[in-house]
């Protein structure tokens, strides 16, 4: 990872005999990131954060009926996302990919919107599930909520772009439940056969739901099943948000040159119940998690931005202040939106018609 320049080429003041000094690029200086980049991502790792703690209290109120908690899988999720090119590649997510739908676009707004079931929530105006993220404008492609569908769409859109020679790639990214379903096999063995353009990212955060990785899987390592397919897998610390970046883009630079799929797997945690609808303490002991969150991929990242002194703690408190703000009014702003008209329920649910609210005038 580190870069070393200038071996052997004495530095003012460097002794004569066995030295050679090197001077040595930032992990972030090799990859191309410039401390503008650093902070973009970081800012987004906040961003999902406090939208992630805000709409659990939404939901505390009684306002958000349903809430899918991000806590913890900012590294990985904004890490990954980040890698990708917006406007360019197409973003087939899962239902806890906050981070992922904000780096390709997704203003808190709209996610608001999304959370309060709105007229104007870009994922489907009210309809699906909320967190089942969707965006014509962004080319965040909608996704069901049995697990792991998601993967033979990506698969499929990658095969798309091949055939119509486009430069772009496929993020496709899940849990590591969706792994043991027939759609993810058939996703990942169509992807490698025909070598196409899509990154598959496992967000491994020992849990599905309730089920321990141990009872779901006899294997340790997701990214070891990538072998079975003839691909590469890669296993990555997910609470470290260049590592993420860094896997990710070696394997669009591979989809890009035709050398076909990766899978990588992030090894991260979810610090908080699966769903608004669950109790964890039921199924993991509250040290598990107290012992996770001492790797926090927010906190590991400002250390990054300390040590590395592109902030300092003033500029990183402005940041939170600035991002709690810019929350507080999405929230305020998606609360007063416009309700989905009822005339409208049965669009795009179900053959295009429309209802009466009047049932005599049915
Ligand atoms: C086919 C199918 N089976 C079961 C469910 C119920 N279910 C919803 S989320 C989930 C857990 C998925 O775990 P994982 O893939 O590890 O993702 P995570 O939620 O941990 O991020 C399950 C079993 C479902 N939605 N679809
Ligand atoms: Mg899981």
New binding site residues.
């Given amino acids: 990872m580190f870069g070393s320049v200038g071996m052997g080429t004495l530095a003012t003041g460097a002794r004569k005999v066995d030295v050679s000094t090197q001077v040595t690029q930032a992990p972030h200086e090799t990859l191309g990131l410039t401390p503008d980049h650093l902070l973009r991502m970081h800012r987004s790792m906040v961003t999902a954060r406090l939208i992630d703690e805000a709409s659990l209290r939404q939901n505390r109120m009684g306002r958000a009926p349903f809430v ?1 908690p991000v806590s913890g ?1 900012e590294g990985c999720q904004i890490g990954t996302a980040a890698a990708l090119v917006p406007g360019v590649d197409v973003w087939v997510p ?3 990919d906050l981070g992922v739908v904000l780096v390709a676009g997704l203003t808190p707004y709209e996610v608001f919107l999304g959370v309060f079931s709105k007229a104007d929530d870009p994922s489907s105006g009210g309809r699906q599930m909320p967190s089942h993220w969707g965006a014509r404008r962004l080319g965040i492609v909608s996704h069901s ?5 998601q993967v033979p769409h990506a698969a499929g859109i990658a095969y798309a772009m091949r055939y119509l020679d486009e430069q772009a790639v496929v993020g496709c990214w ?6 043991s ?1 027939g ?1 993810w096999h058939e996703g990942l063995n169509f992807a490698a056969i025909h070598k196409l353009p899509v990154l598959f990212v496992c ?7 309730s ?1 321990r ?1 141990d009872k ?1 899987m006899a294997v340790r390592d997701v990214a070891s099943r990538a072998d079975g397919y003839g691909m590469p897998g890669a296993i990555v610390d997910g609470s470290d948000v260049l590592a993420c970046y860094a896997a990710m883009r070696t394997a669009r630079e591979r989809a890009i040159a035709g050398e076909g799929p990766t899978l990588i797997e992030c090894k991260t945690y ?1 610090y908080l119940p ?2 608004s609808d669950d109790d964890d303490k039921s199924y993991r002991p509250r040290s598990e998690v107290d012992e996770h969150r001492h790797s926090d991929p927010i906190d590991r990242s400002a250390a990054y931005l300390l040590a590395h002194g592109v902030a300092d703690d003033a500029a990183l408190e402005a940041m939170r202040d600035e991002v709690t703000a810019e929350v507080e009014a999405a929230i305020t702003a998606a609360w007063d939106a416009p309700d989905p008209d009822p005339a409208t329920a049965m669009r795009h649910v179900f053959a295009d018609q429309s209802i009466s609210p009047d049932p005599a005038a049915q």
């Fill in positions: 899918v899988h899962y239902y806890r909520s049995p697990i792991a569908t899940f849990g590591e439940g969706a792994t379903e759609d967000e491994n955060n020992e849990y599905a739901i089920v990785q779901q979810r699966h769903t």
